[in-house]
């Protein structure tokens, strides 16, 4: 929703008020050697140059390489090796103490990404290599953090642009991603759950930020995301019980 330069190896764009501690994280794994993400390369205090992550890209509709299996599973091992790296984040900083963008009231066990979608990762072939778009990073569960990528990935939505296949089809890819990043039992039980909660915190969150003034809430809300939303927790709520068996 801001104005973003591209290059040949780097992106450039206006700061937020939580880019500092994005940059923090972002550092912190570049200092432990985690390939795949950007890295911080300038930082003015209104402008940030970070480095571009190579590979394909894709939107909705998942068509193509996006839309496979192997694309899936590459997609949910890296987020699990980014959340596991992310636990001594969470050990060294104070991070309830820094600006987000977003909050979760679920206990603080990793750094999620907060928008670990098809549309954030890069990929070589059929492979997830890479991820971009840290500004909705913040601390929080595995669960909170796996339930938006899960309906992401799936996809569990109704807008004809974003659905993939119907509920048997988008069941097994939810738990085709699950097993690749080895999620327990017990927490997968409790994933249809975290999933409405998850979107019921982004309607709010969307409504908050527009009556604020943001105008690119406004127009989330304007061009029907907020509807679509609301729209895919009734989907989920329809089919909780197919889902909560197939995912297991």
């Known amino acids: 929703m801001t104005e973003i330069i591209l290059t040949a190896d780097t992106v450039i764009r206006p ?9 923090l994280f972002l550092k912190f794994l570049a ?24 590979g394909k890209t894709f ?5 193509e390489e996006i839309a496979s299996v ?10 699990r090796r980014l959340h596991d790296a992310s636990v001594m984040f969470i050990e060294q900083y104070d991070v309830a103490e820094f600006a987000w963008m977003l909050r979760s009231e679920t206990n603080p066990e990793v750094m999620c990404h907060g928008d ?4 954030n990762v890069a990929l070589d072939g059929n492979n997830v290599v890479g991820v971009f778009d840290f500004d909705t990073t913040h601390p929080g569960s595995r669960l909170w953090d796996l339930s938006y990528s899960v309906y992401c990935w799936a996809p569990f939505k109704t807008n004809a642009l974003d659905k993939l296949g119907d509920i048997q089809q988008q069941t097994r890819r939810a738990k085709a991603y699950l097993d690749a990043y ?13 999933m409405v909660s998850r979107l019921q915190y982004l309607v709010s969150f969307m409504e908050r930020r527009a009556k604020e003034g943001d105008q690119g809430m406004q127009q989330c809300i304007a061009e029907g995301h907020r509807l679509s939303y609301l729209n895919d927790i009734n989907y989920l709520l329809c089919h909780q019980d197919v889902i909560t068996r197939e995912m297991q």
């Open 59 to 63: 939107n909705y509709p998942l068509v």
């Open 70 to 79: 192997r694309a899936l599973e590459s997609a949910a091992r890296l987020q």
């Open 31 to 54: 200092q432990r050697g985690f390939s795949g993400v950007p890295q911080v390369l300038t930082f003015d205090g209104e402008t940030e140059t970070l480095s571009l992550v190579q």
């Open 116 to 119: 670990f979608a098809p549309y």
């Open 182 to 194: 080895q999620l327990d039992i017990p927490s997968r039980l409790q994933m249809l759950e975290m």
């Open 15 to 23: 700061t937020n008020l939580w880019s500092g501690s994005v940059h």
